[in-house]
C-alpha cells in the first residue's frame, strides 16, 4: 500500500510535491477514485489555480462529498487547504466546510503586495503534531492571494500585514497555506510530522 | 551558464551537483537560465528540470527559449516554480497575458536586459549572443509598465553595464524601475561584495537579489552573506 494518495484534482504542478514525499522516503500514488482515498494511509489534498474550478472538479469527480468523510490524516495545501474551509471569496465558491469560517482575499494594503509570494515565518500557536519540532525562526515559502482567518483551528500563524492562518488542523484534517515540498527544511519537517500522525 | 558582461560565455560546472550545493547552504531560489536558447532559436533541453527538481526543496526557475504556453507547461509539470521570459516577450508581448492566463501571475517572471543610454534606459534583446545582442528601442521603463499590465508577477531587471564586473548593482536604474515596479523586483547584475547585496536591499528596495558569479566562484559563501544581512536588519531567512 502507498504511503500517501494524492487526489488529482486537475492542477498542474504536483511534481515537487512527489519527489518531497520520495526525499522522505514515502510512497506516493496520484489519484481520483474514492474506494482508493478510502483505503490510503494519508490523503494529501494539492491545490493551485483558482477555488471555483478546483471545487467543480471536486464535484465531478464525485469527491467534494467524499473528502469530509475520510477518517485518516488529510493534508491540504495551498488552495488545497482553503478548499477545506466552509467557503471562499474567491469565485463566492462553496467549499468542503470542515473548517467554519470564510477564506478572503488580502486587503490591499501598502507594502503588501498580493500575492504573498516568498519567504516568510510561521509562529505555531500550540503544541501542534504539525508544527513539532519547527522551531520559533522557521520561515516558509509562501504563494496565495487569499488567506484563512486565524481560530480554534489555528495552528501556526504568519503575518502579512496582519495575521492569518498558517498551518490549521480540525480532527484528522490538517492544512498548511504554504508549500512544504518548497520551504527547505521547515517544510521537510512539516511532511514528516504529517507523515507520522497515526 | 553563468556571464561575465555577457560575453565568454563559459560552463560552470555540473548543475546538480552546484544546485545541491547551494540549496543546502541557504540559497531562497535558483534561476536556471540557458541564455544561448533564445538566440538559437532553439528550446530549453527540458530533461533536466525533472532531476533538478528532484533534489531541490526551494523554488526555482527556468528561464530561456519559453516562446508558449506548452513550452511553459512542460517546463512546469517537470517541477519548476516559475518560468522566466525575455526575449520571446519582446517578440510577442501577448505571451505574457496568455501564460498569466494559464498559470496565474505567480509563476510569470519577466527577464528584462536593461543599458544605460545616456539618461535613459533601453531594453536589450538577445544578450545571449554577443554578435545579435541589441537594443530593442524600447524604453525599460514602459516595458516594465507594460508587461505588469500584462499579468507578469515578478520582474528580474538585469542592469547590463554593471553585469559581472562586481562593482555593485545599479542603484539609479533600480530606484527608478522600484518607483513603478508593483510586483516582486529582482535585482540582477554587478554584486561583488556582501554591502553590495547589503546597499541594493536598503537604497532600492527591492525585494531580491540575484547573483551568479560571486557564488559560482566562492567569493561570497550564502551562509556569510546570510548572517551579514540579518545583522543589518534586512528581514531574510536564516
Not at chain 1, 43 to 51: E, K, S, T
Not at chain 2, 105 to 118: A, K, L, M
Not at chain 2, 203 to 224: E, K, R
Given at each position: 500500500?502507498?504511503?500517501?494518495?494524492?487526489?488529482?484534482?486537475?492542477?498542474?504542478?504536483?511534481?515537487?510535491?512527489?519527489?518531497?514525499?520520495?526525499?522522505?522516503?514515502?510512497?506516493?500514488?496520484?489519484?481520483?477514485?474514492?474506494?482508493?482515498?478510502?483505503?490510503?494511509?494519508?490523503?494529501?489534498?494539492?491545490?493551485?489555480?483558482?477555488?471555483?474550478?478546483?471545487?467543480?472538479?471536486?464535484?465531478?469527480?464525485?469527491?467534494?462529498?467524499?473528502?469530509?468523510?475520510?477518517?485518516?490524516?488529510?493534508?491540504?495545501?495551498?488552495?488545497?487547504?482553503?478548499?477545506?474551509?466552509?467557503?471562499?471569496?474567491?469565485?463566492?465558491?462553496?467549499?468542503?466546510?470542515?473548517?467554519?469560517?470564510?477564506?478572503t482575499?488580502f486587503p490591499?494594503r501598502?507594502g503588501f503586495?498580493?500575492?504573498h509570494?516568498?519567504?516568510?515565518?510561521?509562529?505555531?500557536?500550540?503544541?501542534?503534531?504539525?508544527?513539532?519540532?519547527?522551531?520559533?525562526?522557521?520561515?516558509?515559502?509562501?504563494?496565495?492571494?487569499?488567506a484563512?482567518p486565524v481560530?480554534?483551528?489555528?495552528?501556526?500563524v504568519t503575518d502579512y500585514g496582519g495575521e492569518f492562518s498558517?498551518?490549521?488542523?480540525?480532527?484528522?484534517?490538517?492544512?498548511?497555506?504554504?508549500?512544504?515540498?518548497?520551504?527547505?527544511?521547515?517544510?521537510?519537517?512539516?511532511?514528516?510530522?504529517?507523515?507520522?500522525?497515526? | 551558464?553563468?556571464?561575465?558582461?555577457?560575453?565568454?560565455?563559459?560552463?560552470?560546472?555540473?548543475?546538480?551537483?552546484?544546485?545541491?550545493?547551494?540549496?543546502?547552504?541557504?540559497?531562497?531560489?535558483?534561476?536556471?537560465?540557458?541564455?544561448?536558447?533564445?538566440?538559437?532559436?532553439?528550446?530549453?533541453?527540458?530533461?533536466?528540470?525533472?532531476?533538478?527538481?528532484?533534489?531541490?526543496?526551494?523554488?526555482?526557475?527556468?528561464?530561456?527559449?519559453?516562446?508558449?504556453?506548452?513550452?511553459?507547461?512542460?517546463?512546469?509539470?517537470?517541477?519548476?516554480?516559475?518560468?522566466?521570459?525575455?526575449?520571446?516577450?519582446?517578440?510577442?508581448?501577448?505571451?505574457?497575458?496568455?501564460?498569466?492566463?494559464?498559470?496565474?501571475?505567480?509563476?510569470?517572471?519577466?527577464?528584462?536586459?536593461?543599458?544605460?543610454?545616456?539618461?535613459?534606459?533601453?531594453?536589450?534583446?538577445?544578450?545571449?549572443?554577443?554578435?545579435?545582442?541589441?537594443?530593442?528601442?524600447?524604453?525599460?521603463?514602459?516595458?516594465?509598465?507594460?508587461?505588469?499590465?500584462?499579468?507578469?508577477?515578478?520582474?528580474?531587471?538585469?542592469?547590463?553595464?554593471?553585469?559581472?564586473?562586481?562593482?555593485?548593482?545599479?542603484?539609479?536604474?533600480?530606484?527608478?524601475?522600484?518607483?513603478?515596479?508593483?510586483?516582486?523586483?529582482?535585482?540582477?547584475?554587478?554584486?561583488?561584495?556582501?554591502?553590495?547585496?547589503?546597499?541594493?536591499?536598503?537604497?532600492?528596495?527591492?525585494?531580491?537579489?540575484?547573483?551568479?558569479?560571486?557564488?559560482?566562484?566562492?567569493?561570497?559563501?550564502?551562509?556569510?552573506?546570510?548572517?551579514?544581512?540579518?545583522?543589518?536588519?534586512?528581514?531574510?531567512?536564516?
Amino acid at each position: 500500500m502507498t504511503d500517501v494518495a494524492i487526489i488529482a484534482n486537475g492542477g498542474a504542478n504536483i511534481a515537487s510535491l512527489r519527489f518531497a514525499l520520495d526525499r522522505l522516503g514515502a510512497s506516493s500514488q496520484l489519484t481520483a477514485d474514492v474506494d482508493e482515498l478510502r483505503r490510503a494511509r494519508r490523503v494529501i489534498l494539492p491545490g493551485v489555480g483558482a477555488a471555483a474550478d478546483a471545487m467543480e472538479r471536486l464535484h465531478s469527480l464525485g469527491l467534494a462529498s467524499a473528502i469530509p468523510t475520510l477518517t485518516q490524516p488529510v493534508l491540504g495545501i495551498c488552495l488545497g487547504m482553503q478548499l477545506l474551509f466552509k467557503g471562499s471569496e474567491e469565485g463566492d465558491t462553496e467549499c468542503l466546510g470542515i473548517f467554519p469560517a470564510r477564506v478572503t482575499r488580502f486587503p490591499d494594503r501598502q507594502g503588501f503586495p498580493v500575492p504573498h509570494m516568498g519567504w516568510n515565518q510561521v509562529v505555531p500557536q500550540s503544541g501542534s503534531p504539525l508544527t513539532r519540532g519547527l522551531g520559533d525562526d522557521a520561515y516558509v515559502y509562501f504563494v496565495h492571494s487569499y488567506a484563512a482567518p486565524v481560530g480554534p483551528w489555528t495552528q501556526a500563524v504568519t503575518d502579512y500585514g496582519g495575521e492569518f492562518s498558517a498551518i490549521v488542523r480540525h480532527a484528522n484534517f490538517h492544512g498548511a497555506q504554504f508549500h512544504p515540498e518548497r520551504s527547505s527544511r521547515a517544510g521537510q519537517r512539516l511532511l514528516a510530522n504529517f507523515l507520522a500522525l497515526a | 551558464m553563468k556571464g561575465v558582461r555577457f560575453r565568454d560565455h563559459k560552463v560552470v560546472g555540473d548543475i546538480l551537483e552546484l544546485a545541491a550545493r547551494y540549496c543546502a547552504e541557504g540559497a531562497d531560489e535558483l534561476v536556471f537560465y540557458d541564455i544561448t536558447a533564445s538566440p538559437e532559436n532553439r528550446s530549453v533541453d527540458r530533461s533536466w528540470i525533472t532531476r533538478v527538481a528532484r533534489v531541490l526543496d526551494i523554488p526555482f526557475c527556468v528561464a530561456g527559449g519559453i516562446r508558449t504556453v506548452a513550452d511553459a507547461e512542460e517546463v512546469l509539470n517537470s517541477g519548476a516554480e516559475k518560468i522566466s521570459v525575455n526575449s520571446p516577450a519582446l517578440a510577442d508581448p501577448g505571451l505574457v497575458n496568455a501564460l498569466a492566463r494559464r498559470f496565474g501571475s505567480q509563476c510569470v517572471v519577466v527577464g528584462i536586459d536593461s543599458q544605460t543610454v545616456g539618461e535613459e534606459f533601453e531594453v536589450y534583446q538577445f544578450t545571449g549572443d554577443p554578435d545579435r545582442s541589441c537594443s530593442t528601442r524600447r524604453r525599460t521603463l514602459d516595458w516594465v509598465r507594460e508587461v505588469q499590465d500584462r499579468g507578469a508577477g515578478e520582474i528580474v531587471l538585469n542592469c547590463m553595464a554593471s553585469d559581472g564586473v562586481r562593482q555593485g548593482y545599479d542603484l539609479r536604474q533600480l530606484r527608478a524601475v522600484r518607483s513603478i515596479c508593483h510586483v516582486p523586483l529582482i535585482a540582477s547584475g554587478g554584486a561583488g561584495t556582501m554591502e553590495h547585496f547589503a546597499t541594493v536591499f536598503a537604497d532600492a528596495g527591492v525585494d531580491g537579489a540575484l547573483a551568479a558569479s560571486v557564488f559560482h566562484s566562492g567569493a561570497i559563501a550564502i551562509p556569510d552573506l546570510k548572517a551579514s544581512l540579518r545583522a543589518r536588519r534586512v528581514e531574510i531567512r536564516p
